[in-house]
């Protein structure tokens, strides 16, 4: 599998500035990070107004393909909070406040409490990293996210020996959230991983995309990205971590569970019970682009397919 890239292109090089993009949202967001104090390369630089964080550190474990226009990435989304149609997080999430933000720690660690945004972002460097991101419904994008593992951060927190599993909740406040009026999921969104899965280094805890800070209708300001498994456990706007020794409630397989398991690793021999999951349509490449293969883990299976070793992946799904 020939997945790696040594030669990369700027972001600045392929961003799009879109019509749709909306600079007063930047400029909010970017407010919330320029607070952060200068302690890391990516961060120390003072954030410029239109929310760019400048150079970012490369990583080495990106895709090869070129990445999807910025418009795809920020405007056909899934953010149920802010309405189930593709187009309704690009037009309502600007009622989503990201600043202040903070983000409560729980449960099986020695650190636990409330940590302020600029806690969790103080001492890490930022990277950019470019990751095939596929969706349940069979669509997928080429996606430079920045941020950094996850793992880096969770270790900080001291985790016992209990924590087995880490689970994660959405902001759940329905007056910047016009979604949660409706019980099309069981609110709070909430995901879990165990905690190998979350330890893994190709997790990462997002804060932005091309570049940029994290639009809101992305998960501004704080997301997950969990590259071989369905973006729904990609968990936006995140306030709660909950360390944990049983296996958690997850927001889908609550709402059917006999569609999505916990494990909602990408699998293309394990049909949803309603489509196949042997392709995929990449998005942006035009309506009646056509179909690619999709691959085990999503391409990830040199990397991740150890974790599963010994688990029968038709059973955990
Ligand atoms: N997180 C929250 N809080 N609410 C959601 O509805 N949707 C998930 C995931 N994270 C969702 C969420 C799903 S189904 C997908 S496919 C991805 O976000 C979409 O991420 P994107 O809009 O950035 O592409």
């Not at 961003?15 to 990516?42: D, I, M, W």
């Not at 107004?49 to 150079?55: I, L, M, R, T, Y």
């Not at 990751?131 to 016992?160: H, N, Q, T």
């Not at 069981?186 to 280094?201: D, K």
Request: aromatic content about 12%.
């Amino acid at each position: 599998m020939a997945r790696r890239r040594t030669e990369r292109i700027k972001p600045s090089e392929i961003t799009s500035e879109s019509a749709f993009f909306n600079r007063r949202e930047v400029v909010r967001s970017a407010v919330a990070l320029g607070l952060l104090p200068a302690a890391s390369k990516a961060l120390g630089a003072a954030m410029p107004p239109d929310g760019d964080f400048g150079e970012l550190a490369k990583w080495p474990g990106s895709v090869e393909e070129e990445p999807n226009a910025f418009e795809d990435i920020t405007t056909y989304n899934n953010f149920y909070e802010f309405g189930t149609g593709k187009g309704d997080p690009a037009r309502n999430a600007h009622t989503l406040e990201t600043s202040p933000w903070s983000v409560e720690v729980t449960g099986e660690a020695e650190k636990t409490g409330t940590y302020t945004l600029e806690d969790i972002l103080k001492p890490h460097t930022l990277e950019d990293r470019v990751y095939r991101f596929r969706c349940v419904e069979a669509w997928s994008m080429i996606v430079p996210w920045v941020g950094f593992p996850l793992g880096d951060l969770l270790k900080r927190f001291a985790p016992l020996a209990g924590a087995r599993y880490v689970q994660f909740f959405t902001l759940n406040d329905p007056s910047q959230m016009p979604g949660l009026r409706y019980p099309v999921l069981e609110w709070p969104y909430r995901e879990g991983l165990t905690m190998a899965e979350a330890m893994h280094p190709l997790t990462l805890l997002t804060v932005g995309v091309y570049g940029k800070v994290l639009p809101n209708q992305n998960g501004a300001p704080l997301r997950l990205i969990v590259p071989w498994k369905y973006g729904f456990k990609s968990i936006k706007s995140i306030v709660r971590i909950h360390f944990t020794e049983t296996q958690p409630k997850c927001s889908w397989n609550m709402a059917a569970p006999q569609e999505y398991g916990f494990y909602s690793n990408v699998n293309p021999n394990v049909d949803h019970p309603r489509w196949s999951q042997a392709t995929e349509r990449r998005l942006g490449a035009g309506l009646f682009s056509p179909r690619v293969p999709t691959l085990m883990f999503n391409g990830y299976a040199d990397e991740v397919a150890d974790l599963y070793r010994g688990l029968d992946l038709v059973k955990n799904y």
